[in-house]
């Protein structure tokens, strides 16, 4: 496996809800990000099953849209506990709460327990910003009803970024391809408005990642993409694991799968920082209930190490 870093450069702003219009969060999880490959696959030779057989066997893993400022590249915060080196400051504290992504190249730093949580946090806050946009829907025999949305701005150097992993070159152009049409039409919700249109930077990884993906010699390991064992692998992967969970559901938007809207079955997955002693694979899960074809969700981790 090699591995590639994508950058995603946002020429407006994203609109990625938590359920709610008015959201206005700044992470793509790996399961949107899949969906919209998706949505692009089933235009090509091989449709979507040669994208999730490719993702199926190993040929490509990725990350969550993960945050950059400028060459900046943040990791989340691993959910475990380090030593830190404590003061008795109470904004301190508070500013690692509010602590909820790492620079990649200040890990190790972090790990010791050195890090400058105060000036971290402060710095973070140059990302981007958060805006509530007023519309309003025209009917044909109504006066226009406003609502509104919540887009995130990213500041000019300032984006999110792909940790990609492929086995070989056409693997690699491939997922390149599907990632640049997904930036044509956008990413997230309200794209008939213009939102989360970008472009893409592949770039080389740097080092920090390169030393702690694919490694066996670290003791505990965290996700980058949020992720979901197989049945089979979950009593092991919670073993002396730290974990959130995070809620994922939504609608199956196709004219081909039922003539109404309906639900994708809902899952629970391990949010990206999640920490584990013991790997494991994961899947792509069908998540289609009673339709005419299969609907399929992202559920594979791409791991890296954090304590040796």
Do not use: W
Not at 6 to 28: A, C, P, Q, R, S
């Amino acid at each position: 496996m090699f591995y590639k870093i994508l950058k995603m450069h946002f020429l407006v702003g994203v609109h990625i809800g938590n359920g709610m219009l008015t959201d206005g969060e700044f992470v793509v999880h790996a399961d949107t990000i899949f969906s919209a490959l998706c949505l692009e696959a089933m235009h090509l030779p091989g449709g979507i099953k040669k994208l999730v057989e490719k993702c199926k066997t190993g040929s490509i893993r990725f990350s969550d849209g993960l945050p950059y400022i400028d060459d900046r590249y943040y990791i989340p915060k691993p959910y475990m506990t380090f030593d830190v080196k404590d003061d008795g400051s109470s904004i301190k504290k508070k500013a690692f709460k509010k602590l909820k992504y790492i620079p990649i190249n200040k890990l190790d730093v972090y790990e010791e327990g050195g890090l400058d949580v105060i000036a971290e946090v402060a710095l973070f806050k140059n990302l981007g910003k958060y805006e509530m946009r007023s519309n309003a829907m025209i009917g044909r025999e109504k006066d226009a009803e406003p609502y509104h949305v919540g887009v995130y701005h990213f500041g000019k150097k300032n984006g999110l970024y792909l940790c990609a992993a492929f086995e070989t070159k056409e693997d690699e152009n491939y997922f390149s391809m599907l990632l640049n049409a997904v930036g044509l039409v956008g990413i997230g919700g309200k794209r008939s408005s213009g939102f989360g249109k970008f472009q893409v930077e592949a770039l080389e990884c740097p080092i920090e990642f390169l030393n702690r993906l694919n490694n066996n010699n670290y003791k505990k390991y965290i996700s980058l993409s949020i992720s979901l064992p197989k049945e089979q692998e979950m009593e092991t992967a919670c073993q002396n694991a730290s974990y959130l969970l995070i809620k994922r559901s939504g609608f199956i938007y196709s004219n081909t799968y039922s003539s109404n809207f309906q639900k994708k079955k809902t899952l629970y997955y391990f949010v990206a920082g999640s920490c584990f002693e013991n790997v494991y694979e994961g899947d792509i899960y069908d998540v289609s209930c009673q339709g005419s074809h299969s609907v399929y969700r992202y559920g594979l981790p791409l791991f890296l190490g954090v304590s040796s």
